[in-house]
């Protein structure tokens, strides 16, 4: 049985380039970010679940979700993005556990998760691993990569615990701060799961 995985990291950590190097060595990696986005979509009982609480408006003609009309409505609400979390994560973890049992036949899985504890994913997990870098360096390569204000960058990363009691809540700290070689670490940990299923 596989052993599964659980990373995350601030935003601008580079948890998806290190994911991206676990999917090379040859782990499946189920991103649960872009799968929420496609089952607002596609999941019929989360639409209707969605419409009955916040209106039908937040749906197009198309049936596809209006992301402007949906985040006017959850973004600075701290109740209703606690709703909308309540209706999509279950989805996501249906979505997870079907997913899973079809990527048996490998030593470890991943699930990548930019809110990984937040959500509460994290007990599903037999090892957590945090990509970690410190803020100022995250804040740098967000608005580098998107064009975006740190006053923008700052906005998205409220939402998420802070770096300490992530790291405090993570089985294992992947530093990604220019100090840090994280290949050979990603090499070292990949080894080591798939020759004694652990992570340190």
Known sequence: MALTIGITGGIGSGKSIVCKIFHLLGAPVFEADRISKELLNTDQGLKDRLIREF??????PDGIIDRKKLAGIIFNDD???SKMNALVHPAVKDAFLEWTAQHQEVSYIIH???ILFESGFYR????TLLVSAPEEQRIWRVMKRDGI???KVRERMKNQ???EKKQ???TFVLRNDNSHLIIPEILRIDKK???DGKIW
């Open 55 to 60: 209106g039908e408006a937040i749906y197009r």
């Open 79 to 81: 109740v209703q993005l």
């Open 112 to 114: 990548e998760a930019a």
């Open 124 to 127: 599903m997990m037999d090892f």
């Open 149 to 151: 204000s740190e006053e």
């Open 161 to 163: 615990f802070s770096e």
């Open 168 to 170: 405090k809540m993570a």
């Open 193 to 195: 799961l798939k020759t």
